[in-house]
C-alpha cells in the first residue's frame, strides 16, 4: 500500500502512518528525495512489532548508515532494481543497514556502494533477505566494503534470491550463526560468493556463483566466540568460472584464497558437497584444506573432518592453479589438475570421502601449518566413508519459509 | 584545579539535594514515563541549560580517562531520585537505581564560547534504560530531540571543519549494549576518583566507596603514569563498549577491557576475523614493537567509513589517543 509520492508532498509528512486491513500492523511509507536518511531512519525507528516500513521506488542518497532495532518489522521495497538506498555519499557508520533486532524480514531493495560492509544483521536470530541486492558499482576494487549480506551470531537465516556483487572480501557472509539457508541466489564478482564461516547447519543450494575469486567457501576460524562449524549441505549450486584475480585487502583471510577455487572447505566437521555443476574454475573445482596459519586457541581443530564430495557435474577448470609448482603439476597431469585438490591433512579414513568418479590429488603436506613448497603431490585416495550430515538438522527453520510465501 | 571546582560542585549539589525540605526540580515522571520528551527541559536536569548548572539533586562527575569525542567538551552529570542509592559493584559499573538518569552535553568552542551541541540522556526506566539524544538551538534556550540523528557543520581547535555526528537513537544503543540490551557504559568505579565517591557516599548517595586495586589513570595526567596503563585506560574508555564479549563487537573476538589480562584477547598477535579492509595490508591487531605494521592504530589513524576506529563519534583522528597507543605498542617486547 504505497502512498502516491505527490501526497507525501501535499500533507507535508516526511513519514506517513497508515493503517493496513491487519488492525495490529501498521505499513510506514517512506519516498525517496530530500531528507531521505532523516525520514527513513525515523520510521526504523518509529516502527513497531508487526509493522512493515514500506520504501517507494527511487533512488535514496544516504549520508550515514541506517539502523533497525525493533522485532518483526518487515522492510520492504518495490524491487531491487526500483529502490536503491545510495550509500556513495556515507559519511559514517561501518555499514550502510544494521540490524540487530529478531524476526526482521528485508526485501525487495538494494544497497549501493556502502563504505563497509553491505547490510549487517547482528544477534538479528530468524531474518529473511529476500530478493536483496548489495553492489559496489565500480567493479572489483580493494576499496569496496568487505561484506554484501552479512548475518552474524544468528540462528535462523534464509537468504533468497539475493544478488551480490563487488564485495572485497565475500558477497554473502553468514558468520557465527546456525540453521541458514541461502538459496537461489547470485554472487558475482565478488572476492568470495558465498562464506560460511564458523557455523552450523547451513544449507547452500540453486545459487550461481560465477567471476569471484573463490565461489563458495566454508571456513571454521580459531579466536572467536562461536567455533566448530559444520554440518552443511552445498548442493545444486552452478559455481562457474570463478576467475576474478583476489582483490581482499591483505591482512584478510580470503586475501589467502587461490583466484580460481570452485568450492573451499578449510577445517569444519561434516560438509557435503554434492549435486552442483563445477565448471572452468582454473585453480580447483573443490579445495578441501587445514587451517594453515599458527593458532593458539586450544579449542580449535584445525582441520577438515567428515568432508563428503559426492556425484556432482564436472567441467573444464584446474587448467590455470595458483599453487606453487603448477607449471610440473599441470605437465604431470596433461594440462590440467584433476577437480578435486586436497592439501592431504587431516585423519586419514576421516578427513574427506570423494565418492562418485572425481578424480583428485593430494598436496601430502607433512603437517598443520606446513609452507606449501612441501608439497608430495600424489593422486588422492579417499574412499573410505565418512560421516554423514545429518539433512533434518540443516537449513534455516520452515517458519522463515513461510513468510516469504506471503 | 578544574577536578576541584568539579568536586566542589558535586558536594555543593548533594548538599543541596539532602538539606531538608529541599525538593529537586528533576521530573521523575519524565524519566520513569513511557514516551520520549520532546525537550530536553521536560526533564528539569538543569537550573541553567545554557551555562549547564545543574538543578538540585544532580550531580556533576568527570572520568579519569574519557571517551574521545572529536574533541567535544563533555559535561557529565549523574541524578538520582530522592531517597534511593546506587550500590557499589566492585571495580566495575555502579548499579544505579530505577529512576535514575545519565546526562552528558557535548560541547565545542565557538568563537571562543562554548557552545552547547547536543545532550545525551540515559534514563533508567522500569522496562529497562533508554538511551536519547537531545539537539541545542542555535540561542542555547532550548534541546531538541533528534530520534534520527543529525549532522553539524562545526570548527573545532585548529581551524579544521568537521561533520559532527548526533548519534540516532539505535546509534546510542550500538554503543551502550551489552547482549543487545541497553546499558550504561559508565561510570565505573575504577574510571572515577576516590573522592568524588566518597563525596557521593558521605551524601547517602552511595551504599560504599568500592576498593579499587588500580585506577584508570587521568588522562590528563598519562605522562606519569606507566604506559601500558595509560594506554589500557584508553582503550577501555574509548573501544571497551563494543570490544566486549557482549558488545557490539563481540564477534570480532577482540576484547579491549581494562580487566582483560590475557593479551591474545586484547589483541596481541590475534588476526581480524571480519575487519574486511579494515585491517589494511597487515595481518595482525597488535605486534609487539611494530605499531606501524598493527591494525589498531592503522585504524585509529583513518577517517574512512569501513576502515576508521571507532564506528561511530569520531570525524577526525584523536592524535593524542594514537599517541599512547602507538607507543605502548611500540615499547613492547618482541
Known amino acids: ?406 | 584545579m578544574k577536578r576541584l571546582l568539579l568536586l566542589a560542585a558535586a558536594a555543593l549539589a548533594l548538599a543541596a539535594a539532602n538539606a531538608p525540605g529541599a525538593a529537586t526540580p528533576v521530573s521523575d515522571a519524565a524519566i520513569l514515563g513511557d514516551s520520549f520528551p520532546q525537550t530536553l527541559g521536560a526533564f528539569g536536569f538543569f537550573a541553567d541549560g545554557a551555562a549547564q548548572k545543574p538543578a538540585p539533586g544532580v550531580v556533576p562527575y568527570r572520568l579519569n580517562t574519557p571517551l574521545w569525542s572529536d574533541g567535544a567538551e563533555k559535561l557529565r552529570f549523574l541524578y538520582l531520585p530522592p531517597g534511593t542509592k546506587a550500590l557499589a559493584r566492585g571495580e566495575g559499573l555502579l548499579d544505579l537505581p530505577v529512576g535514575a538518569a545519565l546526562i552528558k552535553t557535548f560541547a565545542f568552542p565557538v568563537n571562543g564560547k562554548r557552545t552547547l551541541i547536543e545532550t545525551r540522556v540515559l534514563l533508567h526506566r522500569a522496562s529497562g534504560w533508554v538511551a536519547l539524544p537531545y539537539r541545542w538551538n542555535e540561542a542555547q534556550t532550548e534541546a531538541r530531540l533528534v530520534l534520527a540523528g543529525d549532522r553539524v557543520t562545526l570548527t573545532i581547535q585548529g581551524g579544521q571543519v568537521i561533520d559532527y555526528a548526533v548519534p540516532n537513537k539505535n546509534q546510542c544503543k550500538e554503543c551502550h549494549a551489552l547482549s543487545g540490551v541497553v546499558t550504561p557504559i559508565g561510570p565505573k568505579a575504577r574510571n572515577l576518583s576516590a573522592t568524588w565517591l566518597g563525596t557521593l557516599q558521605r551524601a547517602g548517595k552511595l551504599d560504599a566507596v568500592p576498593a579499587v586495586a588500580q585506577r584508570v589513570p587521568v588522562w590528563e595526567e598519562r605522562e606519569k603514569a606507566p604506559l601500558a596503563l595509560a594506554a589500557r585506560g584508553y582503550l577501555e574508555a574509548n573501544c571497551a563498549h563494543c570490544h566486549n564479549p557482549q558488545g557490539s563487537a563481540s564477534n570480532s573476538g577482540l576484547d579491549l577491557r581494562w580487566e582483560q589480562d590475557d593479551a591474545y584477547r586484547y589483541g596481541v598477535m590475534k588476526r581480524p576475523v571480519a575487519a574486511g579492509r579494515g585491517a589494511g595490508t597487515f595481518e595482525f591487531d597488535v605486534v609487539p614493537g611494530e605499531p606501524a605494521h598493527s591494525i589498531l592504530p592503522y585504524r585509529m589513524g583513518s577517517t574512512e567509513g569501513g576502515i576508521a576506529m571507532p564506528e561511530l563519534g569520531r570525524s577526525v583522528i584523536d592524535l593524542a589517543g594514537s599517541d599512547i597507543v602507538t607507543r605502548w605498542i611500540a615499547a613492547m617486547k618482541r
Open chain 1, 1 to 406: 500500500m504505497r502512498m502516491p509520492e505527490k501526497n507525501i508532498a501535499a500533507a507535508g509528512a516526511l513519514v506517513l502512518a497508515a493503517f493496513s486491513t491487519f488492525a495490529s500492523a501498521r505499513t510506514i511509507a517512506v519516498a525517496a528525495g530530500d531528507g531521505a536518511q532523516a525520514r527513513l531512519q525515523e520510521a526504523l525507528i518509529a516502527a513497531q512489532p508487526g509493522d512493515t516500513v514500506q520504501l517507494g521506488a527511487g533512488r535514496y542518497m544516504l549520508d550515514d548508515g541506517l539502523s533497525l532495532d525493533v522485532d518483526n518489522v518487515t522492510v520492504r521495497g518495490a524491487g531491487m532494481e526500483a529502490t536503491v538506498l545510495d550509500f556513495s555519499r556515507q559519511k559514517g557508520a561501518g555499514e550502510g543497514l544494521l540490524v540487530t533486532s529478531d524476526d526482521v524480514t528485508l526485501r525487495d531493495f538494494a544497497v549501493e556502494d556502502a563504505h563497509g560492509d553491505g547490510i549487517k544483521s547482528k544477534g538479528a536470530d530468524r531474518i529473511v533477505y529476500r530478493r536483496v541486492r548489495v553492489t559496489w558499482t565500480g567493479g572489483a576494487k580493494e576499496t569496496n566494503g568487505a561484506y554484501g549480506i552479512y548475518p552474524v551470531e544468528s540462528t535462523g537465516v534464509l537468504i533468497d534470491g539475493a544478488m551480490v556483487r563487488g564485495a572485497s572480501d565475500a558477497g554473502i557472509y553468514v558468520g557465527q550463526s546456525r540453521d541458514i539457508t541461502v538459496r537461489h541466489s547470485l554472487a558475482m564478482g565478488n572476492v568470495a560468493g558465498i562464506e560460511i564461516e564458523n557455523s552450523r547447519n547451513a544449507l547452500v543450494t540453486a545459487n550461481t556463483v560465477t567471476g569471484n575469486t573463490g565461489g563458495i567457501l566454508v571456513f571454521d576460524l580459531p579466536g572467536l566466540p562461536v567455533m566448530g562449524g559444520g554440518n552443511t549441505v552445498i548442493e545444486k549450486n552452478l559455481v562457474i568460472a570463478n576467475d576474478t584475480p583476489n582483490f581482499a585487502p591483505k591482512g584478510n583471510i580470503v586475501a589467502g584464497v587461490p583466484r580460481g577455487t570452485g568450492v573451499m572447505i578449510m577445517a569444519n566437521d561434516g560438509v557435503l558437497i554434492e549435486g552442483n555443476t563445477l565448471e572452468d574454475n582454473p585453480t580447483a573445482q573443490v579445495m578441501v584444506v587445514a587451517y594453515p596459519k599458527p593458532f593458539e586457541d586450544k579449542r580449535y581443530n584445525p582441520f577438515p573432518r567428515n568432508v563428503t564430495v559426492g556425484a556432482n557435474a564436472v567441467s573444464g577448470g584446474g587448467n590455470d592453479p595458483q599453487l606453487p609448482g603448477a607449471a610440473e603439476l599441470k605437465g604431470a597431469f596433461g594440462g590440467a589438475l584433476p577437480p578435486v585438490l586436497w592439501d592431504g591433512l587431516g585423519k586419514p579414513g576421516e578427513a574427506l570421502s570423494v565418492t562418485g568418479s572425481l578424480p583428485g590429488l593430494s598436496l601430502n603436506l607433512p603437517a598443520q601449518g606446513a609452507s606449501p613448497e612441501l608439497a608430495r603431490p600424489a593422486l588422492l585416495k579417499a574412499d573410505a566413508p565418512v560421516r554423514k550430515v545429518d539433512r533434518k538438522t540443516v537449513g534455516a527453520p520452515a517458519a522463515l519459509e513461510a513468510r516469504i510465501a506471503r
